[in-house]
């Protein structure tokens, strides 16, 4: 039998742009995509993720950023890796040998109380999305607010009837037990 192995937790899209940033021409190639290829990962999950320094009206800014970064090594590496926006693509991309990529977003500093962004963000192609890291978002609180006793805000619920409407993937990694 053979198995797909699919990474769905992978800061790989941060370390990337934080060696491109740095002057690294191809970090994803030199570095990560050997390491996918001898693991034989099928299927990268990309977080978007807010680093704390961007937390605030930078979020959304370097979201933008990173989808950005994502798209240059999927066209760098297109003989390797794909982004893909359906089930379809996803099985096409595998059975072809490559890498699937899948864009997320990891918290949701970058949408803030703007649910329109749900949907400018489906439109980039982000299928999946969790609504808190760590910390407390609009949307609810993280895995570090344990003692607040938080949950979901009215804002977060109705950013999982909105993502369920448009078929977007709700990670819960990262709530709140509560």
Wanted: hydrophobic share 45%.
């Amino acid at each position: 039998m053979t198995y797909r192995i699919a990474d769905c937790h992978n800061d790989l899209l941060v370390a990337v742009r934080h060696q491109r940033e740095r002057g690294h021409a191809d970090p994803f190639g030199d570095f990560w995509l050997p390491q996918l290829r001898e693991g034989g990962v099928s299927l990268q999950v990309l977080p978007v993720f807010t680093e704390e320094q961007f937390v605030g009206e930078g979020a959304l800014r370097r979201a933008l950023l990173l989808v950005e970064e994502a798209r240059h090594l999927a066209e760098l590496h297109a003989d390797d890796v794909q982004i893909v926006q359906t089930g379809a693509e996803l099985r096409a991309v595998v059975d072809s040998g490559r890498i699937a990529l899948l864009l997320a977003i990891e918290g949701a500093e970058p949408i803030g109380h703007s649910l329109e962004l749900v949907d400018v963000m489906w439109r980039m192609g982000v299928r999946m999305s969790s609504l808190s890291w760590n910390r407390r978002t609009m949307m609810a609180d993280g895995i570090a607010e344990r003692d607040t006793g938080g949950r979901l805000t009215q804002l977060g619920v109705d950013a999982i009837a909105r993502m369920e409407d448009i078929g977007m993937v709700v990670d819960v990694s990262h709530l709140s037990e509560a």
